[in-house]
């Protein structure tokens, strides 16, 4: 009887496993046929100052999967990471945000915009990160100074004397960092100064409830403050309402992002907006 159980446990664990290890082939097989087919979209969330002017956006990547429907990033960015296919899809954002940004520079209305991704610790820490970002960028120099990195704490305390002269090289070129999801890591403090971050990005989970939880509120002050300290912008993120807008507003926040400035969506420049 206890032999029978375990064997079955044995074939149900044996199966589940396949189950998933197929589910994962899967997954991969089509995102190698997605980049061929190039698939993917960038779409742009819009980034709000005090004034409630635009002064930019976030580019988040969509794969709209042709039999799945939309696959959100939190589900095949680290399949893409584990695959090492984050290196080509990473490149495809950074060039599709320059020719967007080069496109805009015509525009006397849009030159002013800055455009910020994410990029991967997985790309980040390739040996030779800079040297191909200067030949994947050659023609957009003009445009470089628009462009933003959003990395995140856990990616920069890797390795941080390798992060601060990555850093600092692709600052020589143009690029601006921000701190992503800030407050979630284990953020030591006296590293922090050591960067040359331009902003910090406070994580949406503590804007989220900062009106009803004082946990939450605090932690947001404290954000804002050192930013102030440190001489950076600060960024609000996951801002769902007017309330929430006037109180970081008040509290000094820079920045905002969210969806009650806007979702992240397909920009057409061919229309007015
Ligand atoms: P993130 O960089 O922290 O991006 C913010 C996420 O919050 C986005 O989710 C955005 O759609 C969502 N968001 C924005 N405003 C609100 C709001 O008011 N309320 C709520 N509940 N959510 C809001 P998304 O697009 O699903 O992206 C998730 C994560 O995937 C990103 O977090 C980023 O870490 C990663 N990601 C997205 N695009 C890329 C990319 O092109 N490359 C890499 N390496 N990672 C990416
Ligand atoms: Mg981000
Ligand atoms: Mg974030
Ligand atoms: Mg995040």
């Given at each position: 009887k206890?032999?029978?159980?375990?064997?079955?446990?044995?074939?149900?664990?044996?199966?589940?496993?396949?189950?998933?290890?197929n589910k994962?082939?899967?997954?991969?097989?089509?995102l190698r046929?997605?980049?061929?087919r190039?698939?993917?979209?960038?779409?742009?969330q819009?980034?709000y100052n005090?004034?409630?002017?635009l002064?930019?956006y976030e580019?988040?990547?969509?794969?709209?999967h042709?039999?799945?429907g939309?696959i959100s990033?939190?589900e095949?960015?680290?399949v893409?990471e584990?695959?090492?296919?984050i290196?080509?899809i990473?490149?495809?954002v950074i060039?599709?945000?320059?020719?967007?940004l080069?496109?805009?520079q015509?525009d006397s209305?849009?030159?002013?915009?800055?455009?910020a991704?994410?990029?991967?610790?997985?790309q980040?820490k390739?040996?030779?990160?800079?040297?191909?970002?200067k030949?994947?960028?050659?023609?957009?120099?003009?445009?470089?100074?628009?462009l933003?990195?959003?990395?995140?704490?856990?990616?920069l305390m890797?390795?941080i004397?390798?992060?601060?002269?990555?850093?600092?090289?692709l600052?020589?070129?143009?690029?601006?960092?921000?701190?992503d999801d800030?407050g979630?890591?284990y953020?030591?403090?006296?590293?922090?100064?050591?960067?040359?971050?331009?902003?910090?990005?406070?994580?949406q989970?503590?804007?989220r409830d900062?009106?009803?939880?004082?946990?939450?509120?605090a932690?947001v002050?404290?954000?804002?403050a050192?930013?102030?300290?440190?001489?950076?912008?600060?960024i609000?993120?996951?801002?769902?309402?007017?309330?929430?807008?006037?109180?970081?507003?008040?509290l000094?926040?820079?920045?905002f992002?969210?969806?009650?400035?806007?979702?992240?969506?397909?920009?057409?420049?061919?229309?007015?907006e």
């Amino acid at each position: 009887k206890a032999k029978e159980e375990g064997r079955n446990r044995f074939m149900f664990f044996d199966h589940s496993i396949q189950e998933s290890i197929n589910k994962r082939l899967q997954i991969e097989t089509d995102l190698r046929l997605a980049i061929v087919r190039d698939e993917f979209e960038l779409h742009y969330q819009p980034k709000y100052n005090t004034d409630y002017k635009l002064v930019g956006y976030e580019g988040l990547i969509r794969w709209p999967h042709p039999a799945k429907g939309l696959i959100s990033p939190a589900e095949f960015i680290p399949v893409c990471e584990e695959t090492n296919l984050i290196l080509p899809i990473g490149y495809w954002v950074i060039d599709v945000a320059c020719q967007r940004l080069l496109m805009w520079q015509q525009d006397s209305t849009k030159q002013h915009l800055t455009i910020a991704i994410n990029i991967s610790n997985i790309q980040f820490k390739q040996k030779d990160f800079v040297e191909q970002f200067k030949i994947r960028t050659r023609g957009y120099e003009s445009i470089i100074h628009k462009l933003e990195f959003e990395l995140t704490e856990s990616l920069l305390m890797k390795d941080i004397q390798d992060s601060i002269e990555k850093m600092q090289q692709l600052n020589k070129l143009g690029i601006r960092f921000a701190l992503d999801d800030f407050g979630t890591g284990y953020s030591s403090l006296s590293y922090l100064k050591n960067l040359p971050l331009s902003a910090l990005k406070i994580d949406q989970s503590f804007v989220r409830d900062m009106l009803i939880d004082s946990n939450d509120a605090a932690i947001v002050k404290t954000v804002i403050a050192l930013a102030k300290t440190l001489n950076l912008q600060v960024i609000a993120e996951g801002v769902e309402n007017n309330k929430q807008a006037t109180m970081l507003k008040h509290l000094g926040c820079d920045l905002f992002q969210g969806y009650y400035f806007g979702r992240p969506s397909l920009i057409d420049d061919t229309k007015d907006e």
